[in-house]
Antibody, heavy 115, light 112 residues
Framework: QVQLQQSGAELVKPGSSVKISCKAS????????MHWIKQQPGNGLEWIGW????????KYNQKFNGKATLTADKSSSTAYMQLSSLTSEDSAVYFC????????WGQGVMVTVSS | DVVMTQTPVSLSVSLGGQVSISCRSS???????????LSWYLQKPGQSPQLLIY???NRFSGISDRFSGSGSGTDFTLKISRVEPDDLGVYYC?????????FGAGTKLELK
């Protein structure tokens, strides 16, 4: 069965960076886009971008250009998202989701930016 | 960006009842390839969102036929019949026709 296992919660300082992971199993990792979605407490969903692990191609929401960097490691079937220059506005839960329709989601990673 | 407007913001329903959720987009969601990439998701309390419906009316694998999607262009509807306790949570519509992909603000389904 398809599973997306994300890394654990992060408490990070303003101005720093954080890299969160999403390990995929149960399907061919290199054949489907991996999307990343942000959800702030009490708020809705915001699409960050996707990466196609097969060739490393990426597409970002312009709002996250310079903020998020998506990568993927085919050997471990793991997608990564690095968030840089963190501020309180980046405190949120971040989900990875498989494929064009977001048919499977990871459990989410809570990132808290606080000094 | 395409703005997705969901109504109502919240909905109270009795078990066994039927509800409809509306989702309107600020631009047509018909893609150049002729497909309409409108999906519906349910986020149960404390969980990740789950896909219910894709391309307007296609139920995802394992989704009950109590859930149905309809609509075209800019106007879409999710109907839930014979509501069960496990249906409660926040419903989101989302579009994948135009970048950046966007979601509605959500409709919270609660028990009356």
């Amino acid at each position: 069965q398809v599973q997306l296992q994300q890394s654990g919660a992060e408490l990070v300082k303003p101005g720093s960076s954080v890299k969160i992971s999403c390990k995929a199993s149960g399907y061919t990792f290199t054949s489907y886009d991996m999307h990343w979605i942000k959800q702030q407490p009490g708020n809705g969903l915001e699409w960050i971008g996707w990466i196609y692990p097969g060739n490393g191609n990426t597409k970002y929401n312009q709002k996250f250009n310079g903020k998020a960097t998506l990568t993927a490691d085919k050997s471990s079937s793991t997608a990564y998202m690095q968030l840089s220059s963190l501020t309180s506005e980046d405190s949120a839960v971040y989900f990875c989701a498989k494929g064009y329709y977001f048919d499977y989601w990871g459990q989410g990673v809570m990132v808290t930016v606080s000094s | 960006d395409v703005v997705m407007t969901q109504t109502p913001v919240s909905l109270s329903v009795s078990l066994g009842g039927q509800v409809s959720i509306s989702c309107r987009s600020s631009q047509s969601l018909v893609h150049n390839n002729g497909n309409t990439y409108l999906s519906w998701y349910l986020q149960k309390p404390g969980q990740s969102p789950q896909l219910l419906i894709y391309k307007v009316s296609n139920r995802f694998s394992g989704i009950s036929d109590r859930f149905s999607g309809s609509g075209s262009g800019t106007d879409f509807t999710l109907k839930i019949s014979r509501v069960e306790p496990d249906d409660l949570g926040v419903y989101y519509c989302g579009q994948g026709t135009q970048y950046p992909y966007t979601f509605g603000a959500g409709t919270k389904l609660e028990l009356k």
